[in-house]
């Protein structure tokens, strides 16, 4: 079954440390989404990639297709930043035709 | 410009009821999407539909029908439901070229 992992599953940071959170997938993809569930239930979407290196503000997204790995990197984090990151891919191929498949997320707590 | 809005926020059913979730768009995106979230899980595609008049089956689509009668209403309905779909459902669309979803504030329902 394709699946995807995240690492670490819950990340409590003091605020302006610079946080890493972690996914890999199984086999080839088309794209890699990152999404912010925030605290109160809404979830945006953040980043779409398919390969290299997206910025955004504080956030800074990379992909590595050989490691099918991806890392999203938020620096001078804030508590604002406190939210579920979700990271979702799109297989190429297989039983989920061509929609998101998503990984479990990563909690993350920013302590002022 | 509502964006994606669900109706109703929260419900609660006894065993055996009914009831239909609606998800609205003004975005005149072509598909759209009905996602469960349950604890320790990642969002889990229940039914889809690429436009209006089609509706394809997603991950977990056993005890959901779905509807997509206009292009602006993506219909979920219960027909008896359980225990096992208590649940957080998410609506969500995207326009069919691009990938990004834009997802709807969520649905709790608490089935007794």
């Known amino acids: 079954k394709n699946e995807v992992e995240q690492s670490p599953q819950n990340l409590t940071a003091q605020e302006g440390e610079f946080i890493t959170i972690n996914c890999s997938y199984s086999?080839?993809?088309?794209?890699l989404h990152w999404l912010q569930q925030h605290p109160g239930g809404g979830i945006v979407s953040l980043f779409m990639?398919?390969?290299g290196k997206k910025k955004h503000g504080r956030l800074i997204a990379t992909i590595n297709i050989q490691e099918k790995h991806s890392s999203l990197h938020i620096t001078a984090s804030h508590p604002r930043d406190s939210a579920v990151y979700i990271c979702?891919?799109?297989?190429?191929?297989?039983?989920?035709?061509?929609?998101?498949?998503f990984g479990k997320g990563t909690k993350l707590s920013v302590k002022p | 410009n509502a964006g994606v809005t669900q109706t109703p926020k929260f419900r609660v059913l006894k065993t055996g009821q009914s009831m239909t979730l609606l998800c609205a768009q003004d975005?005149?995106?072509?598909?759209m999407y009905w996602y469960r979230q349950d604890p320790g899980m990642g969002l889990r595609l229940i039914h889809y539909?690429?436009?209006?008049?089609?509706?394809a089956k997603g991950e977990v689509p056993d005890g959901y029908n779905v509807s997509r009668l206009k292009k602006q209403n993506f219909l979920l309905g219960l027909e008896s439901a359980a225990p096992s779909q208590t649940s957080v459902y998410f609506c969500?669309?995207?326009?069919?070229?691009?990938?990004?979803?834009?997802f709807g504030p969520g649905t709790r329902l608490l089935v007794l």
């Open positions: 969500a669309t995207r326009i069919g070229l691009v990938e990004t979803q834009y």
């Open positions: 086999v080839g993809i088309s794209a």
């Open positions: 990639l398919s390969s």
């Open positions: 979702a891919v799109r297989y190429n191929y297989g039983g989920s035709q061509g929609n998101l498949i």
């Open positions: 975005m005149n995106h072509e598909y």
């Open positions: 539909s690429v436009g209006e008049g089609t509706t």
